[in-house]
């Protein structure tokens, strides 16, 4: 039996989807979560409904934003009271960027983005995609890893079963360390959809969209069907989205359950990003285009045409 | 205020991947210099470019031979001085890091760390960090703006959903680099000629304190991800096509 420390985090008092699947690879061990931020109070309550023994919750307002010098003092805490054989968390932007120095100042190892996991006694092998998901590997840890800690890609493990827990919730007293620094500001975005890392549905737009312009039917399908909106890096350097929405190898590795592409050739680039959604659909012009390579479903046709009647059937579907 | 850019050597994305022994074969690769890298040496010759005095040190990790070629990228670039740790394929992220660290304090003292915010190879984005953190100073991860004062830098990090986080840190410092934060320049013919007479340092694992008995991880059970089922084409016209894509995702597919 491993002691397994769980990185739970949060979005709109709610606990992320992606921090729950961790609880799904940690059955039989001894769970404690970390809870980070202003008011996650009630959203630690929560846990108890799944299988944790232990809720570290540093509930203060200065952590309300992620701040890697502060986010890491409570780590120090959690992990020094707990002493975990492993540390997990799902690959959010904080936990990729916060994790590999908890790896490094507690003499271990770090696998990020990661697709299996298996845990037997205190040893711990992950599953990993390497050069652009070419190679599948194992990262194992060696005994010199003092604590291994591991970042899961999300959407790879279910959902946990519930069921009451006695999980024993303890505030934790936050007091901020002398910092270099200091996050002056968060711009949010008006977007209320999930990261495209996250998302379980993704419709994404490449070249064959012809302008930005376009870029509202891939909107307007994405808003029926509870989608997030990607794009090709091609569309990304023509300055017709940000970067943010940029799915492949310099941009987002995405793994939803469906994965639309409108107008995407299917350069190797964009398959790196999105090659392990579970079902992928390809709408192109281009009935040579490489993209059909990977696609579980097809369309040769104008996307132009194709994607109002999909919203169209989609919603027809979804009315019901 | 000098700087030291840390890069890694990776296979080209459209090279071909084998898999030979109990790793990848590395015969026949094709090696770049890591794109996000690129970014990082970028932003160290802007900052060059506005403070002349700056001496620019590029660092890699890695089996020298082979190595080199991503230092010699970066010196026909622009930096000044490069140095090589030769280090095994297999060294991982924990001891690179660490070798690193270790070499960045013999090499000079540099207010400003940059990298790369992960290599396309590993796909970690881990190696900035575990630096800073074994330099006890502060890092900025995924950084795609940068403006720079005498004592530090207001950077901007994108974060999750396309929300973007204002960031004040103080030197030093190591920040990794995202694609955004500039444009990189191609290495001119006078440049690659100037390379050739740049210093290039060597250094072995046991000067940087690094036992590769230590590895922390280590990978195996290497494999080809299984092919993907054949596609299935849908056929008719538009409105037959969204008719039965649909149908297939909900009853098939069982996705929507």
């Given at each position: 039996m491993a002691k397994i420390l769980v990185f739970i985090e949060s979005a709109n008092n709610k606990i992320k989807k992606s921090s729950l699947e961790l609880l799904s690879a940690t059955t039989g061990n001894e769970v404690a979560a970390i809870l980070i931020g202003d008011n996650v109070s009630t959203v630690a309550q929560g846990l108890k409904n799944y299988p944790v023994q232990k809720a570290f919750v540093f509930n203060n307002a200065a952590l309300k934003d992620y701040n890697s010098s502060y986010y890491f003092s409570c780590f120090e805490q959690a992990i020094k009271k707990f002493s975990p054989d492993l540390v997990l968390a799902s690959g959010s932007m904080a936990a990729?960027?916060?994790?590999?120095?908890?790896?490094?100042?507690?003499?271990?190892?770090?696998?990020?983005?990661?697709?299996?996991?298996?845990?037997?006694?205190?040893?711990?092998?992950?599953?990993?995609?390497?050069?652009?998901?070419?190679?599948?590997?194992?990262?194992?840890?060696?005994?010199?890893?003092?604590?291994?800690?591991?970042?899961?890609?999300?959407?790879?493990?279910?959902?946990?079963?519930?069921?009451?827990?006695?999980?024993?919730?303890?505030?934790?007293?936050?007091?901020?360390?002398?910092?270099?620094?200091?996050?002056?500001?968060?711009?949010?975005?008006?977007?209320?959809?999930?990261?495209?890392?996250?998302?379980?549905?993704?419709?994404?737009?490449?070249?064959?969209?012809?302008?930005?312009?376009?870029?509202?039917?891939?909107?307007?399908?994405?808003?029926?069907?509870?989608?997030?909106?990607?794009?090709?890096?091609?569309?990304?350097?023509?300055?017709?989205?940000?970067?943010?929405?940029?799915?492949?190898?310099?941009?987002?590795?995405?793994?939803?359950?469906?994965?639309?592409?409108?107008?995407?050739?299917?350069?190797?680039?964009h398959m790196a990003g999105m090659g392990s959604s579970?079902?992928?659909?390809?709408?192109?012009?281009?009935?040579?285009?490489?993209?059909?390579?990977?696609?579980?479903?097809?369309?040769?046709?104008?996307?132009?045409?194709?994607?109002?009647?999909?919203?169209?059937?989609?919603?027809?579907?979804?009315?019901? | 205020m000098n700087i030291l850019v840390c890069i890694k050597q990776v296979p080209d994305t459209e090279t071909k991947i084998k898999l030979g022994g109990t790793g990848i074969d590395t015969a026949g690769i094709k090696w770049i210099m890591n794109p996000y890298d690129e970014f990082a040496v970028e932003e160290a010759l802007k900052l060059k470019a506005a403070k002349p005095e700056t001496q620019v040190h590029v660092l890699t990790v890695g089996p020298k031979a082979r190595a080199v070629e991503a230092l010699r990228t970066a010196l026909a670039m622009g930096a000044d001085e490069g140095a090589v740790i030769d280090a095994p394929e297999t060294l991982d992220n924990y001891n690179i890091a660490k070798a690193i660290a270790a070499a960045s304090k013999t090499l000079g003292e540099f207010g400003i760390l940059l990298s790369g915010k992960s290599a396309i190879d590993d796909n970690n984005f881990s190696v900035g960090q575990m630096v800073a953190a074994f330099l006890d100073i502060p890092h900025v991860t995924s950084v795609s703006k940068a403006d720079y004062t005498e004592k530090g830098a207001l950077l901007e990090r994108e974060i999750e959903g396309g929300a973007k986080e204002i960031i004040e840190v103080e030197f030093p410092a190591m920040i990794t680099a995202n694609k955004g934060l500039n444009t990189p320049r191609y290495a001119s013919l006078p440049g690659i000629m100037k390379a050739k007479k740049k210093v290039i340092k060597e250094l072995a694992l046991t000067d940087c304190g690094v036992d590769v008995a230590n590895i922390k991880v280590k990978y195996t059970n290497f494999e080809l991800p299984s092919d993907r089922p054949p596609v299935q084409m849908i056929s008719g016209e538009p409105q037959e096509q969204a008719q039965k894509l649909v149908q297939l995702l909900r009853q098939e597919a069982k996705v929507i």
């Open positions: 990729k960027d916060l994790l590999p120095r908890v790896a490094a100042k507690f003499d271990g190892g770090i696998a990020g983005d990661c697709v299996g996991l298996k845990i037997s006694g205190t040893k711990v092998e992950a599953r990993r995609p390497l050069y652009s998901g070419k190679v599948l590997a194992t990262a194992e840890f060696t005994d010199a890893s003092k604590i291994k800690v591991v970042l899961m890609r999300p959407n790879q493990l279910p959902q946990p079963a519930e069921g009451a827990s006695n999980c024993e919730i303890t505030e934790e007293t936050f007091t901020a360390p002398a910092t270099k620094v200091r996050v002056k500001e968060v711009v949010k975005s008006s977007s209320a959809k999930p990261d495209l890392t996250e998302a379980g549905v993704i419709v994404s737009g490449g070249r064959g969209m012809k302008g930005p312009e376009h870029f509202k039917l891939l909107e307007d399908l994405a808003e029926t069907i509870g989608a997030t909106v990607g794009a090709s890096r091609a569309v990304v350097d023509a300055g017709w989205v940000p970067h943010a929405m940029q799915v492949g190898q310099t941009g987002k590795t995405v793994a939803p359950n469906l994965y639309i592409a409108a107008g995407i050739s299917g350069a190797i680039q579970k079902v992928i659909v390809a709408i192109n012009k281009d009935p040579e285009a490489p993209i059909f390579k990977k696609a579980t479903y097809g369309i040769v046709g104008d996307a132009f045409e194709i994607l109002p009647k999909l919203k169209e059937e989609f919603s027809k579907l979804l009315s019901h | -």
